[in-house]
């Protein structure tokens, strides 16, 4: 499944070199993404990042951080067991994996050569290491993709709501009355907001298309039984995950499920509501 805008604005969705310099110095591998310790480091939870089941979230009423997390944890679950399957000889069948260990070299040392020597890399010679890997990667994908994009257009579609540039001098009087032609002829140009619109219109999950954890080849998938059930059993949770979502989004105690506008906080619902398709659901992958 491909996501993006159209190709007449390529040259707004692709990076050019110096982007893509300023983005390489700033990378970071994806521990950093890491569920509970972006939250961690940001001060919102609190415990042990490799224990998510027991993380404390700090802000109750906070959408994002209390459905991702009820998703982290049945993600990083179904790594587990599946891994367990694999390599049930423990680290040493992970150190010892040829074809792993290629692809890991691969990653640190041919895609990310110049930070090949940068502290954070995992070492990739236990089973903790390949079930923090696949799930973050899994994450990213999926319900991470999910929630930076899928709300875009509706917060950001409106250009002068959001402009990109800020140019010309702003009024000496911060009480001025300024007109919207004054406005307007300081902030993003008609040309490049239009293009950013485009950018934001990332496609909602469209009716049948494949959501997280649903695979409607499993016999062709796999013959492991034990690999089939324990799909069977992440997908239970991403079930019982969407019924919490809409019961907090009926809960009027929690304010910011909704907002002053009323819209439910839909990004990180799993599954896509019958009654309208378009809210809700997490694509089982993604490709920008």
């Excluded at 042990?48 to 982290?72: M, N, Q, R, T």
């Excluded at 990083?76 to 049930?88: F, M």
């Excluded at 009024?171 to 490049?192: C, M, Q, S, Y």
């Excluded at 016999?219 to 019924?243: C, G, H, I, M």
Aim: with cysteine; charged share 25%; hydrophobic share 40%.
């Amino acid at each position: 499944m491909v996501r993006g805008a159209p190709k007449k604005n390529e040259e707004e969705e692709l990076p050019r070199n110096d982007e893509l310099n300023i983005l390489t110095a700033i990378w970071k591998w994806v521990t950093e993404l890491f569920f509970p310790n972006e939250h961690i480091k940001t001060g919102v939870a609190r415990g042990d990042p490799k224990k998510p089941e027991e993380l404390e979230l700090l802000i109750k009423d906070y959408p994002y951080a209390v459905d991702g997390l009820e998703i982290w944890t049945a993600i990083k679950e179904w790594v587990t067991d599946y891994c367990a399957i694999y390599y049930a000889d423990g680290d040493g069948a992970v150190a010892g994996d040829s074809e792993l260990q290629a692809w890991w070299s691969e990653v640190r040392n041919v895609g990310h050569g110049d930070l090949r020597d940068a502290p954070w890399w995992p070492a990739m010679d236990s089973v903790d290491d390949l079930v923090e890997t696949c799930a973050t990667i899994i994450w990213l994908g999926s319900a991470y993709h999910s929630a930076v994009s899928f709300g875009q257009y509706g917060y950001n579609g409106f250009v002068p709501n959001r402009p990109t540039i800020t140019s010309g001098e702003m009024p000496a009087d911060a009480k001025a009355v300024v007109t919207e032609a004054e406005f307007l002829g300081r902030i993003t140009p008609k040309t490049e907001a239009f293009g950013l619109m485009a950018l934001t219109m990332n496609p909602p999950v469209k009716p049948g298309e494949p959501l997280m954890g649903e695979r409607p080849d499993t016999e062709r998938w796999t013959s492991e039984q034990r690999a089939a059930k324990a799909l069977l059993e992440f997908n239970a949770k991403l079930d019982a995950v969407a019924e919490a979502v809409k019961k907090r989004n009926a809960d009027g105690a929690l304010r910011n499920r909704n907002g002053p506008v009323e819209v439910p906080y839909t990004l990180l619902a799993p599954r896509a509501d019958p009654a309208a398709p378009h809210v809700g659901g997490i694509p089982n992958s993604i490709a920008v």
